[in-house]
């Protein structure tokens, strides 16, 4: 929901936009199989693979992911197992180590095309005394990397063959991007936080990530609304501004007050009682008297309550 931010967020999230539609545009270029692969280069958290795999999804692509460790045989085995589909590769630092790995991305990234519309087929080998395995590509190639694609040298002979580039988000554009999303609650669909408290937690890891020169990511944020999260759940002693301080100064940074385990389990033992008083009204007297009677408390969290009561009865009619 843009409408509701400033001209200048507006401005930000209008320019992130448009390198996001690049990599859409990139990613089907791959599923469309004009391309053999691409690479995507950026620091972490910026949201790199989920724009890839959303677009995939988007265009109904069936994908196989592949991240952590992976040997060059494995790769091998990999491709040769699914020589028709996309392979959305993450992380791949550890590959460029693999000299081995890197002539097999050579090799499976250009080849041969059948035709003016035909796919691009690859040949791709693997040779170890005493026997020889092949397979013939026509799939496609997705790569991202933490790093950008110079400073892999070791990738650079994968310049010619496949569409690649960096992607640079400024924090103005990331702050913008965050604004839109707390505008939906959290998580989009099956709302635990409400709109106006993912707003505060987003303006709050703004004014703390500015103090302390912190460069801001989409991680960030999505760990802070599970802090205030488990803060409202009463499962954390801390207030959910220490959890996020903590986490943005990488040292405990506790400003309020402890609340001690018994305050909290009696306080949650309150809200559930409360919880099943309301579970036959109509749902906007339900939430006028869940409020009045918690001096506040949010429809996100009166749900919570209501779903562990009817996990709680679940529970006892089994039994």
């Not at 040997?71 to 491709?79: E, K, N, Y």
């Not at 554009?173 to 998580?187: D, I, K």
């Not at 220490?242 to 385990?261: F, K, M, N």
């Not at 009045?292 to 009817?310: N, P, V």
Request: hydrophobic content about 40%.
């Amino acid at each position: 929901m843009s409408e509701n931010l400033s001209p200048e967020d507006r401005r930000h999230l209008a320019n992130l936009r448009k390198k996001t539609q690049v990599i859409r545009d990139l990613v089907g270029g791959v599923v469309r199989r004009r391309h053999t692969g691409f690479f995507i280069g950026g620091r972490g958290g910026i949201g790199k693979s989920y724009i890839v795999e959303t677009e995939l999804d988007r265009l109904d692509e069936p994908f196989k992911l592949w991240n952590s460790a992976m040997t060059a045989r494995c790769l091998f085995d990999r491709f040769a197992a699914y020589p028709d589909a996309v392979h959305l590769l993450e992380d791949v630092e550890t590959l460029t180590r693999d000299r081995r790995a890197l002539g097999l991305l050579r090799s499976a990234l250009w080849g041969t095309r059948r035709g003016r519309d035909g796919r691009m087929e690859r040949l791709i080998t693997w040779n170890v005394k005493g026997s020889s395995d092949d397979a013939i590509l026509t799939g496609g190639v997705i790569m991202t990397s933490n790093r950008r694609l110079a400073d892999l040298p070791e990738l650079d002979a994968l310049k010619t063959r496949i569409s690649w580039l960096n992607l640079d988000v400024s924090d103005p554009e990331v702050v913008a991007l965050m604004r839109s999303l707390a505008a939906n609650g959290w998580p989009e669909g099956n709302v635990e936080l409400e709109a106006d408290q993912c707003q505060e937690v987003v303006e709050f890891v703004v004014a703390e990530a500015a103090r302390t020169n912190r460069r801001l990511d989409m991680r960030l944020m999505v760990n802070s609304f599970e802090d205030r999260i488990q803060h409202e759940d009463l499962d954390a002693g801390c207030d959910w501004r220490d959890l996020v301080s903590t986490r943005i100064r990488e040292r405990p940074t506790v400003a309020g007050d402890i609340e001690p385990l018994g305050v909290r389990a009696q306080k949650k033992a309150e809200q559930l009682a409360i919880a099943r008083e309301v579970t036959d009204l109509e749902p906007d007297e339900r939430l006028r008297v869940w409020q009045e009677r918690t001096r506040g408390l949010s429809r996100a969290t009166m749900y919570r309550r209501l779903g562990e009561l009817a996990a709680q009865d679940a529970m006892d009619f089994e039994n």
